[in-house]
């Protein structure tokens, strides 16, 4: 018999030709639906992620459903505007003719998420499938145990279960789901996982989404600052225990502040996670003992100036600094995607861009300076999937900005209009009239020069048509 997974897409494909998801009505009703879930289920979804991550109650709110509640918001009163017939300027040829890009769905979308926000990263792509017409197959991480089987639970009684079904499982599953065909898939998590994915998905030569990680480096000049720069560096370095794929991963600054630094990031964790961060409701744990030993295994040969201690039982370790960290220390070999954060001293900025240069493209740089000439130079001459000067994580909340990788740290953007344009199809139409037939004797033979002539002069010219020509065109 078939498989649960190949039973799954099979009627999602289904439902999918019955053409219902192309109706704006049934999209926008959809969309509104998992509003209402977000505003009706805020206690499950707490209580599970609390069990997963130990995540408190605001927290979930302000990492998780906060987003989205932008995104649905965005895509409700925008979906019209965004799956309209989009005109494309007309040349003397195609003056009289109907040119436009029309976005239509790409069919089944397969959406494989993340342990690590997952609801922010799994429903995100979700709502741009949903806005532009697609099937979407949602495959919840098996790691966040509680958070998956609720959304298990709950998205098929807001949003089409036929259309939008909900596959549960652990790698076996996920590789039986690879084994079926998509239109696109969409993956965040690990850059190995990803060039996995990317194989499976070749053998159908369907597009995909990538939204991987990588070490984002986080440059201080000693000019700038360093109290609020450290502030908002401890922030966005220790949320949710250092498991974000956008937190600063390491710092880059000159010896002479590296101490000024240590004792601000310091004095920032005491503000935020009191002085012991282990009874503080609003610092997370590392999601399971398999990660645990990982990153403990990271601090190895590394120098612990803050922090450190850890608790196997209780999946805690201590918000931590590490200083004079060595380039080829073993906290620099992998994305520490944890609460360590290494201190690594370079001379100036030229030194930190060779730093960065010699690196895989991380997915995101952040840069401390009062300097606009430093933070451009930074900009101009580095690669990254997004930049931020003088902040932490918060460009990842601007929807009018796409998010995503280069090179490593992934291909393909989403965010609000991004993610329904990236799972749409872009289609070309030129409608013409069986009319003015004499126009086109200069393309059919036999070809002369003079015909040659009047093609280069209607193709080439750029002719200014004044207002009447130019409202002709609209």
């Given at each position: 018999?078939?498989?649960?997974?190949?039973?799954?897409?099979?009627?999602?494909?289904?439902?999918?030709?019955?053409?219902?998801?192309?109706?704006?009505e049934?999209?926008?009703?959809?969309?509104?639906?998992?509003?209402?879930?977000?505003?009706?289920?805020?206690?499950?979804?707490?209580?599970?992620m609390?069990k997963?991550?130990?995540?408190?109650?605001?927290?979930?709110?302000?990492?998780?459903?906060?987003?989205?509640?932008?995104?649905?918001?965005?895509?409700?009163?925008?979906?019209?505007?965004?799956?309209?017939?989009?005109?494309?300027?007309?040349?003397?040829?195609?003056?009289?003719?109907?040119?436009?890009?029309?976005?239509?769905?790409?069919?089944?979308?397969?959406?494989?998420?993340?342990?690590?926000?997952?609801?922010?990263?799994?429903?995100?792509?979700?709502?741009?499938?949903?806005?532009?017409?697609?099937?979407?197959?949602?495959?919840?991480?098996?790691v966040?145990?509680?958070?998956?089987?609720?959304?298990?639970?709950?998205?098929?009684?807001?949003?089409?279960?036929?259309?939008?079904?909900?596959?549960?499982?652990?790698?076996?599953?996920?590789?039986?789901?690879?084994?079926?065909?998509?239109?696109?898939?969409?993956?965040?998590?690990?850059?190995?996982?990803?060039?996995?994915?990317?194989?499976?998905?070749?053998?159908?030569?369907?597009?995909?989404?990538?939204?991987?990680?990588?070490?984002?480096?986080?440059?201080?000049?000693?000019?700038?600052?360093?109290?609020?720069?450290?502030?908002?560096?401890?922030?966005?370095?220790?949320?949710?225990?250092?498991?974000?794929?956008?937190?600063?991963?390491?710092?880059?600054?000159?010896?002479?502040?590296?101490?000024?630094?240590?004792?601000?990031?310091k004095?920032?964790?005491?503000?935020?996670?009191?002085?012991?961060?282990?009874?503080?409701?609003?610092?997370?744990?590392?999601?399971?003992?398999?990660?645990?030993k990982?990153?403990?295994?990271?601090?190895?040969?590394?120098?612990?100036?803050?922090?450190?201690?850890?608790?196997?039982?209780?999946?805690?370790?201590?918000?931590?600094?590490?200083?004079?960290?060595?380039?080829?220390?073993?906290?620099?070999?992998?994305?520490?995607?944890?609460?360590?954060?290494?201190?690594?001293?370079?001379?100036?900025?030229?030194?930190?861009?060779?730093?960065?240069?010699?690196?895989?493209?991380?997915?995101?740089?952040?840069?401390?300076?009062?300097?606009?000439?430093?933070?451009?130079?930074?900009?101009?001459e580095?690669?990254?999937?997004?930049?931020?000067?003088?902040?932490?994580?918060?460009?990842?909340?601007?929807?009018?900005?796409?998010?995503?990788?280069?090179?490593?740290?992934?291909?393909?953007?989403?965010?609000?209009?991004?993610?329904?344009?990236?799972?749409?199809?872009?289609?070309?139409?030129?409608?013409?009239?069986?009319?003015?037939?004499?126009?086109?004797?200069?393309?059919?033979?036999?070809?002369?020069?003079k015909?040659?002539?009047?093609?280069?002069?209607?193709?080439?010219?750029?002719?200014?048509?004044g207002?009447?020509?130019?409202?002709?065109?609209?």
């Amino acid at each position: 018999p078939p498989k649960l997974q190949e039973r799954a897409v099979a009627r999602a494909r289904k439902a999918f030709e019955t053409g219902r998801s192309k109706c704006l009505e049934h999209r926008i009703r959809q969309l509104k639906n998992m509003q209402r879930l977000f505003s009706e289920r805020q206690t499950e979804i707490a209580e599970a992620m609390k069990k997963d991550l130990n995540k408190s109650d605001v927290g979930t709110q302000l990492y998780e459903i906060l987003g989205l509640e932008g995104e649905l918001n965005t895509a409700i009163s925008k979906l019209k505007e965004w799956a309209a017939p989009r005109p494309v300027e007309k040349n003397l040829l195609t003056l009289s003719d109907t040119v436009y890009v029309h976005p239509e769905p790409l069919g089944v979308v397969l959406i494989i998420g993340a342990w690590n926000y997952p609801w922010a990263v799994t429903i995100q792509p979700l709502i741009g499938a949903i806005a532009a017409g697609n099937a979407a197959v949602i495959k919840p991480s098996e790691v966040c145990v509680h958070t998956a089987k609720v959304m298990e639970e709950l998205l098929p009684l807001y949003i089409d279960k036929e259309l939008y079904p909900v596959v549960t499982g652990g790698v076996p599953e996920t590789q039986e789901l690879l084994r079926q065909r998509f239109d696109h898939i969409f993956y965040t998590g690990s850059s190995p996982v990803g060039k996995v994915i990317m194989e499976a998905a070749a053998k159908n030569l369907t597009p995909v989404t990538l939204e991987l990680g990588g070490k984002s480096p986080c440059y201080i000049d000693k000019s700038c600052d360093i109290t609020v720069a450290c502030r908002r560096i401890t922030w966005g370095k220790y949320t949710n225990c250092g498991q974000t794929c956008i937190a600063p991963d390491y710092i880059l600054c000159e010896p002479s502040i590296q101490d000024r630094v240590i004792a601000e990031v310091k004095k920032a964790v005491k503000e935020f996670y009191t002085e012991n961060p282990k009874t503080c409701s609003d610092y997370g744990r590392i999601i399971n003992q398999r990660h645990f030993k990982r990153i403990l295994a990271l601090m190895e040969g590394s120098s612990v100036a803050a922090g450190g201690d850890h608790d196997e039982s209780d999946c805690y370790i201590a918000p931590t600094i590490l200083r004079d960290v060595k380039p080829d220390a073993k906290v620099m070999q992998e994305e520490i995607f944890g609460p360590l954060l290494p201190i690594i001293s370079i001379s100036d900025v030229d030194e930190a861009i060779k730093f960065i240069n010699q690196r895989e493209k991380p997915l995101a740089l952040y840069v401390f300076s009062q300097d606009d000439k430093l933070i451009k130079k930074m900009r101009d001459e580095t690669s990254s999937g997004g930049l931020l000067a003088n902040d932490c994580l918060v460009h990842y909340s601007v929807n009018s900005l796409p998010f995503g990788g280069v090179g490593n740290s992934g291909m393909g953007c989403y965010h609000g209009k991004f993610t329904f344009d990236q799972l749409s199809h872009h289609r070309s139409c030129l409608i013409k009239q069986l009319k003015m037939e004499g126009v086109n004797s200069m393309r059919y033979p036999p070809h002369t020069l003079k015909k040659l002539g009047w093609a280069r002069f209607f193709i080439l010219k750029n002719v200014d048509l004044g207002w009447l020509g130019r409202m002709a065109l609209c």
